[in-house]
């Protein structure tokens, strides 16, 4: 069983649309929760973080952790064409006085017109 | 406020050579982690360093090595490259270590092994 998987897409939703993606991850010690949106050829870019069970918005970006089903997962509403990307979600564990974040293999985003 | 920076670009090295890749991190942060990203995975954790001290190492072999500098700039070194070592490498800066800290990237350094 992978530490942290997500679906590798792509998943295609029409511009104006709400996309729906998800995460579930393996170690019930972590302790945060991050999503990251990378383009084609860039580094990842932090878009959300989120730290207690809920939901958690800004903007148009809505994180929802759930640790009792280790389940993680990010809304984007209004999806727009700029919104097509990869989304990588990353979870943290503490290591001997430092954390290490474990990713996922990302879920393509792909709005169309 | 700038960014994470790093250097260089990219890189093209033979099988055997060494490699020294230099990241700086956003002004007031003291923790800088490494990662290691292949086409098609997420990044994987390499090192992670706070005030030059390893306070984390992923599951890579002895041939890769990082240093922390004072003023937190920090160097990852691997020798007698591999084909598979090909990837991009993405330095992390983040205010401190341990905890719910956030993560910020740079821009990476491509790396290329013929």
């Known amino acids: 069983q992978k530490e942290v998987e997500q679906n590798s897409g792509p998943l295609s939703v029409p511009e104006g649309a709400i996309a729906s993606l998800n995460c579930t991850y393996s170690?019930?010690?972590?302790?945060?929760f991050f999503w990251y949106r990378q383009y084609s050829g860039k580094s990842p870019e932090l878009i959300m973080s989120i730290y207690s069970n809920g939901d958690k918005e800004d903007g148009r970006f809505t994180a929802q952790l759930n640790k009792a089903s280790q389940y993680v997962s990010l809304l984007i509403r209004d999806s727009q064409p700029s919104d097509s990307a990869t989304y990588l979600c990353?979870?943290?564990?503490?290591?001997?006085?430092?954390?290490?974040?474990?990713f996922g293999t990302g879920t393509q985003l792909k709005v169309e017109l | 406020d700038a960014g994470v920076t790093q250097s260089p670009t990219h890189l093209i090295k033979t099988r055997g050579q060494h490699v020294t890749l230099r990241c700086s991190p956003i002004s007031g942060h003291k923790s800088v982690s490494w990662y290691q990203q292949v086409l098609g995975q997420g990044p994987q954790f390499i090192f992670q360093?706070?005030?030059?001290?390893?306070?984390g190492r992923g599951n890579f072999p002895d041939r890769f090595s990082a240093r922390q500098f004072p003023n937190y700039s920090s160097e990852l070194n691997v020798n007698a490259l591999l084909l598979g070592d090909s990837a991009l490498y993405l330095c992390?800066?983040?205010?401190?270590?341990?905890?719910?800290?956030?993560?910020?990237f740079g821009p990476g350094t491509r790396l290329t092994v013929l």
């Open positions: 990353a979870v943290n564990r503490l290591t001997g006085g430092g954390n290490k974040l474990t």
């Open positions: 360093y706070y005030e030059k001290e390893e306070r």
């Open positions: 170690d019930r010690g972590s302790q945060s």
């Open positions: 992390a800066s983040s205010k401190l270590a341990g905890g719910p800290n956030e993560q910020f």
